[in-house]
């Protein structure tokens, strides 16, 4: 059996290394760490913007075939003989405030076109504006939800 | 009266001016301009304020038309920003209730705010008009190449830091032309793959324009970028010097007057 050196054969990490690559190495994780803190820090945790909740009326306050813009809350509340539904009128391409129009809605920022129920029609958009989920609220008031999307074509009954 | 007592305490008067005068040459360290090459070279060099100009420059940089002086009228105008800016913070908050009251009362009761806020509003969108013409002329006149390359890509740091300060003061004013091109802004940058949707919301504070991006835009706007940007254009003018000043051909390179090569 041949004698080998044990020490000679370790690979060439010697004291000095060592201790620089752990020196940085710490250096390094607290530095990533700390990167990670400020990013969670910054990360927006409480939701200061508007109640994604909102009333909207009795439903008796709708008449049939009505399309009622609520500027405010960006949203228009629209009744026909499905029932109720609510479509945002935040345009799906870069956010701006669309206007109805006859065919439906128009975006005055990029000419986006959308029909009755929301579905591109022309224009830059890449989806339809989204549908909000409409129930009614226990003092009997519209209630619309911001939060939760529901498909396009979903009527709510009252 | 003899001469030992008078000297032993001179008179108060002449001690007033020996401090005077001692004081008068720890600011100005080197009298008046000196008159031989090597001690205005000291003077120059040894000045915080002087030392970013090189104590010798190529006779070939020195034609105006070489760099339209881009790159002075840059650095000038980011100083007029930073003052102009300050001076509008004592008025201006980032309150989403109060921000354009505030921007209209700079416009029409405070003293010379019209002023202040109007060249701000110029110098910024002159400063970003600089800044592309500047780089134009680094590429233009091959400024960009070895050894410079390093200060060219602290130069395009500096363009995306001066557009990150347009964009983040955009906002400020809180009219409708801020609110949509901020709205617009951030959903574009919302389509980005992967980092969009996140990004979006952590300038915006949240899904919305609202206050909350607001005062992100603000602290962006008067304290980050200006910072970041007052670094790396320190780092910039150091680049400058080192790189042996304003890039030129070599003085052998130099064709003769009224002859080609």
């Known amino acids: ?158 | 009266m003899n001469d030992s007592t008078q000297n032993a305490r001179p008179a108060p008067r002449n001690r007033l001016a020996e401090f005077g005068n001692h004081i008068y040459r720890s600011l100005f360290r080197y009298g008046r301009v000196p008159q031989d090459a090597e001690g205005q070279s000291y003077a120059v060099f040894n000045s915080l304020f002087l030392h970013i100009h090189p104590v010798k420059v190529s006779r070939h940089s020195l034609r105006f038309g070489y760099t339209l002086g881009l790159g002075v009228i840059a650095t000038a105008l980011f100083l007029v920003l930073t003052f102009t800016g300050i001076w509008l913070m004592f008025y201006y908050f980032p309150s989403a209730s109060e921000a354009y009251n505030r921007m209209l009362d700079l416009r029409s009761a405070v003293d010379f705010g019209f002023v202040l806020r109007n060249v701000h509003k110029w110098g910024a969108e002159l400063m970003v008009l600089v800044v592309i013409l500047h780089m134009a002329r680094v590429f233009f006149t091959g400024a960009y190449k070895p050894p410079r390359e390093f200060n060219w890509l602290v130069g395009i740091l500096l363009l995306l830091l001066t557009l990150g300060l347009s964009f983040t003061g955009y906002l400020l004013p809180w009219d409708q032309l801020a609110f949509w091109a901020i709205t617009v802004g951030t959903s574009i940058a919302g389509y980005a793959p992967v980092l969009g949707p996140p990004l979006r919301r952590f300038l915006l504070g949240g899904d919305v324009v609202g206050q909350e991006a607001l005062v992100r835009f603000y602290v962006l706007h008067v304290v980050i970028l200006p910072g970041l940007l007052s670094i790396f254009l320190a780092v910039h003018f150091w680049r400058i010097r080192k790189d042996g000043g304003l890039s030129h051909p070599d003085d052998n390179d130099i064709p003769p007057k009224g002859g080609g090569r």
């Open chain 1, 1 to 158: 059996m041949k004698k080998t050196n044990v020490r000679m054969q370790q690979p060439g990490m010697d004291r000095r290394t060592f201790l620089t690559a752990l020196g940085l190495g710490g250096v390094g994780v607290s530095a990533l760490i700390a990167a990670v803190g400020n990013l969670l820090y910054l990360k927006p945790a409480v939701d200061y913007g508007p109640p994604t909740v909102i009333r909207a009326g009795r439903p008796g306050e709708y008449k049939e075939g009505i399309k009622e813009v609520l500027e405010d809350q960006r949203v228009v509340i629209v009744r026909d003989k499905k029932g109720f539904a609510a479509i945002s009128i935040t345009c799906t391409h870069l956010g701006c405030t669309v206007g109805t129009s006859d065919a439906g809605f128009e975006c005055p920022c990029h000419g986006s076109q959308y029909d009755n129920d929301g579905f591109v029609t022309g224009g830059p958009a890449p989806r339809p504006l989204d549908w909000y989920q409409v129930s009614i609220a226990p003092n009997g008031e519209l209630e619309i939800d911001k939060s939760v999307k529901v498909p396009p074509g979903t009527f709510f009954k009252a």
